[in-house]
């Protein structure tokens, strides 16, 4: 037998042996899932993470999903759950998306030839294509990722390339996650804290003012801005004339404007993209969360040729940044299933029109409780900001509180929203009295009213000073002071 036989012959047995060991014996997910049922915090307190285990039980947050359809999760008890939290902002087309599911399985019984590596596989090309149809002119490459972090460490590393500078501006309380570039651009010292030294170059300025990062412009020497249009955390939100003047700014001073939509892009604040409000033409954007309808991990980050050339300058640098996964033929079809049903199902005019329904409906809480400050946000990207009250009564009440654990108030919210509504929402930073909503995108009147009522009855019962808010206080401090051990 020839040699090259022998090894087809090899290879065709190996695969005819795995196909019968499956028919025979036969993965069964469905065993898995009922051989483990209701196991999953003990699993993973014992091989993941047990502090969040414990975070998660001391708030009450323990229950055991069993699925998800459209806004809605339901749990092992049969319980319907509306899911205000969008596995952060990831299933915009609300969960378990039919049009998303069906075309995973038609790439999956295709058998596509994905990651040959060695290979320029066609639908990576034809999703960055429609993806580029949905950006403004300057836009004409993508770099797809597998996360939000990786789709900013790609945009420090060809914004670096395409300046020739080093020096990189981010914004107080931004968030873009917990890689080494893209923490050493967080604004906060929660997530840094144990991790130092970050990576050198990177400079913090105040979000939304523009006389700092002017005088760093001014210097002709930064490659690029970092910012996300609204932050994440807090959900805080610059003006109109702070982002035309950035923008001015950066092109006199050379600089590269990176845009970072990993959270508010593909129709989150009511515009495909949020630096749409603010008229801007960023050099680079950054996408991720809601680009694959919540199924695979995907992300991209893109960019003009000009940017994309500097780094992919010549043959011996034709993969100089990549990443094993990073085109994969599944994520590359839910990217282009996702992208077609925002445009059919009209998703970012439903997110518009669904923002404004939450507007007016939530304005009069804001005069009615003294506890909530502000409502803000864009579309169905909104925050709820509680202060410090005027009254005597509930002033103590508060100072106590925030005397224990800065931002506990906020939890406070969130807490009964969840036990006693069934509504799950966040909390939206680290010592903050934020809450923050990222409802999917699908959601309409009947989930704004729902919201509103359960919100205004946490705030009445909040406002009377009700034991059911102190109580759940008290557990939550005793729990995560516990998990500190
Ligand atoms: C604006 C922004 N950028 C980047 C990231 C990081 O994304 P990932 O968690 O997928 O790495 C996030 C995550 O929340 C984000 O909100």
Redesign the pocket.
């Known amino acids: 037998m020839a040699h090259n036989d022998s090894l087809k012959y090899t290879v065709k047995s190996t695969y005819r042996k795995t196909e019968k060991v499956v028919h025979e014996m036969g993965f069964d997910l469905q065993s898995i899932l009922s051989q483990y049922d209701k196991q999953n915090f003990s699993l993973y307190s014992e091989y993941i993470n047990p502090q969040l285990v414990r975070v998660l039980r001391s708030i009450g947050f323990d229950k055991f999903y069993t699925h998800g359809r459209g806004a809605y999760l339901y749990d092992a008890d049969g319980n319907e759950y509306l899911d205000f939290l969008s596995g952060?902002g990831v299933f915009a087309l609300g969960r378990s998306h039919p049009a998303i599911k069906k075309a995973l399985h038609e790439a999956l019984d295709a058998d596509l030839p994905s990651l040959i590596q060695l290979d320029a596989a066609l639908l990576p090309g034809v999703a960055a294509k429609t993806l580029l149809e949905h950006c403004h002119e300057g836009m004409q490459r993508v770099f797809f990722t597998n996360?939000?972090?990786?789709s900013?460490e790609a945009a420090i590393k060809f914004a670096r390339a395409a300046t020739q500078r080093e020096k990189i501006l981010y914004a107080d309380h931004a968030?873009?996650?917990?890689t080494y570039g893209?923490l050493s651009a967080n604004g906060g010292q929660d997530f840094k804290t144990g991790f130092g030294p970050f990576l050198p170059g990177f400079t913090q300025v105040p979000f939304g003012d523009i006389k700092f990062v002017a005088t760093e412009l001014k210097k002709k020497d930064v490659a690029a801005v970092l910012l996300?249009p609204i932050q994440?955390k807090g959900v805080n939100m610059a003006s109109l004339e702070y982002f035309s003047e950035l923008s001015a700014l950066c092109k006199e001073a050379g600089t590269l404007l990176i845009i970072?939509e990993?959270?508010t892009g593909l129709g989150r604040t009511g515009k495909l993209w949020a630096h749409e409000h603010y008229g801007l033409h960023p050099d680079i954007i950054?996408v991720?969360?809601a680009l694959s309808g919540g199924f695979m991990p995907v992300?991209a980050m893109i960019c003009s040729k000009e940017i994309s050339n500097s780094v992919y300058s010549s043959m011996d640098r034709a993969v100089v940044h990549s990443s094993t996964f990073k085109n994969n033929q599944l994520a590359m079809v839910a990217v282009l299933a996702t992208l077609n049903t925002i445009t059919e199902e009209n998703l970012v005019e439903n997110a518009r029109l669904t923002g404004l329904a939450f507007e007016k409906a939530l304005a009069p809480l804001v005069e009615k409780y003294e506890l909530l400050q502000e409502v803000r946000g864009l579309g169905l990207m909104i925050g709820f900001e509680f202060g410090k009250p005027k009254s005597f009564a509930l002033k103590t009440k508060f100072q106590l509180l925030e005397k224990a654990r800065t931002g506990l108030f906020s939890q406070l919210i969130v807490g009964p929203l969840f036990t006693r509504h069934k509504i799950l929402t966040q909390v939206a930073g680290d010592a903050m009295n934020v809450v923050k909503i990222l409802p999917p995108l699908v959601v309409g009147q009947k989930e704004v009213d729902r919201f509103t009522e359960a919100l205004d009855d946490v705030l009445s019962i909040a406002h009377k000073g009700n034991r059911l808010i102190f109580d759940f206080s008290s557990t939550l401090l005793k729990g995560t002071l516990k998990s500190k051990k």
């Open positions: 952060f996360s939000g972090a990786e900013v968030f873009h996650g917990l893209a996300e994440g970072d990993v959270q950054t991720s969360k992300g």
